[in-house]
């Protein structure tokens, strides 16, 4: 295997950073998750955007043009033999002295990682899984935007310790407000009477590049949909509860908080999207 680093291909043993790096020393950086189908990078463009978009929000210069990085992605999937991979995109700040300054980091840290890998073990997600709702707040106020993914993960790190403690793959956060936001890594959409609801940004969602495709393909397929604020409640009432995300694809949810949602099992709009996603991701993307 081998990993892009700063213009080169190195070695996986090889591919290290200073402990100087900002990225280490404040999780001062970007990233972004990215797969890869059929040697397909789907949706890298979009990717590409939140990344560039993340970067300049923090004032962080990323040393290539979109171009570039497109070329970088797919030479770092032909370097490793990979056709269905899981790609992941690090832009730290680089390295500089100890105090916080950015300004002290000579040139960023550029990254990319590609490997045959899935988050939630597969047998996961082709069935169906059970959350629970956590105590750590998604914040809507902060002066950093959910929007801009950082490498400061903290927050979501601590949705996902609550969870391993109950023995369940995935948590839902609310935002300061109660209302239902996402999980630790992926988007929330709720079904019920045929709707389907997923919430706005503002809530403090991540806009999920996976949320997005679901969004058009439903659209696309006549389902009402739409983005909106709701609570628990709606979720425990919901007919299905499903959870979208570039590791998690499109995964059904069966209990939240000990409710059944539904009648316990991957519902018709679930498989139905899921379905469309699977073709979607086939023909869609970079080669
Ligand atoms: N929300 C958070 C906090 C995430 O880290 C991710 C994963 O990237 C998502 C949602 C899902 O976004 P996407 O579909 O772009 O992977």
Do not use: W
């Amino acid at each position: 295997q081998v990993i892009y680093m700063n213009d080169e291909f190195v070695k996986k043993e090889d591919a290290k950073v200073s402990v100087y790096d900002h990225g280490f020393l404040y999780g001062d950086g970007i990233f972004e998750g990215i797969r890869s189908y059929n040697g397909n990078v789907f949706r890298l463009e979009e990717h590409l955007e939140r990344l560039y978009d993340s970067a300049k929000s923090v004032m962080l210069q990323i040393p290539h043009t979109p171009e570039e990085m497109t070329n970088l992605v797919v030479e770092t999937l032909k370097k490793n033999n990979l056709k269905d991979a899981y790609i992941r995109l690090i832009v730290s700040r680089g390295v500089g002295n100890l105090g916080l300054d950015p300004f002290s980091c000579a040139k960023p840290n550029v990254i990319i990682i590609a490997e045959s890998l899935s988050l939630f073990p597969k047998a996961l997600y082709e069935s169906r899984i059970e959350i629970i709702s956590v105590a750590t707040r998604r914040s809507r106020s902060d002066v950093l935007s959910p929007k801009v993914k950082s490498l400061n993960y903290m927050n979501n790190i601590l949705v996902k310790i609550e969870a391993n403690l109950a023995g369940v793959p995935e948590a839902l956060m609310m935002n300061d407000q109660g209302y239902v936001a996402e999980g630790s890594a992926d988007n929330i959409f709720i079904v019920r009477k045929n709707k389907l609801v997923t919430p706005p940004g503002y809530v403090g969602a991540l806009e999920g590049i996976t949320r997005n495709a679901i969004m058009e393909v439903a659209a696309e397929k006549g389902y009402d949909i739409q983005e909106g604020v709701f609570t628990r409640h709606d979720v425990y009432i919901a007919d299905e509860v499903f959870l979208t995300g570039t590791a998690a694809e499109v995964i059904a949810v069966v209990k939240v908080d000990g409710r059944v949602i539904g009648e316990g099992k991957q519902g018709p709009v679930t498989n139905d999207l899921l379905a469309s996603f699977r073709e979607l991701v086939q023909e869609d993307g970079v080669k």
